[in-house]
């Protein structure tokens, strides 16, 4: 099994930026890609950015050009850089794991006032 624990999340003004981390620990080997997904209130869950094992990223247009996903093999760690943040990126993140099985983080709410 994979486990998944978010952080990061939080209020920011319109225009500001936050860094949301995913912390991966249990069955890594297993892992073959990971991503970033989002719910708004009402609204379906949505993809956010994705990465392969091989670095290869897929992102939403909603966020390209203003969100950058990195990670630190070492630390087993995903990370969300998200800038110039619109009170429409209100949600909660959710980080995934895609592999044998496809396992995800308990979320953080991230809230973008106007």
């Known amino acids: 099994q994979v486990q998944l624990v978010e952080s990061g999340g939080g209020l920011v003004q319109a225009g500001g930026s936050l860094r949301l981390s995913c912390a991966a620990s249990?069955?890594?080997?297993?892992?073959?890609?990971m991503g970033w997904y989002r719910q708004a209130p009402g609204k379906q869950r949505e993809l956010v950015v994705i990465?392969?094992?091989?670095?290869?990223?897929t992102y939403a247009d909603s966020v390209k050009g203003r969100f950058t996903i990195s990670r630190d093999n070492a630390k087993n760690t995903v990370y969300l850089h998200m800038n110039s943040l619109k009170p429409e990126d209100t949600a909660v993140y959710y980080c995934?794991?895609?592999?044998?099985?496809?396992?995800w983080g308990q979320g953080t709410q991230v809230t973008v006032s106007s």
């Open positions: 995934n794991s895609w592999g044998l099985k496809v396992y």
């Open positions: 249990g069955s890594i080997s297993e892992i073959n890609a």
């Open positions: 990465i392969s094992s091989g670095g290869i990223t």
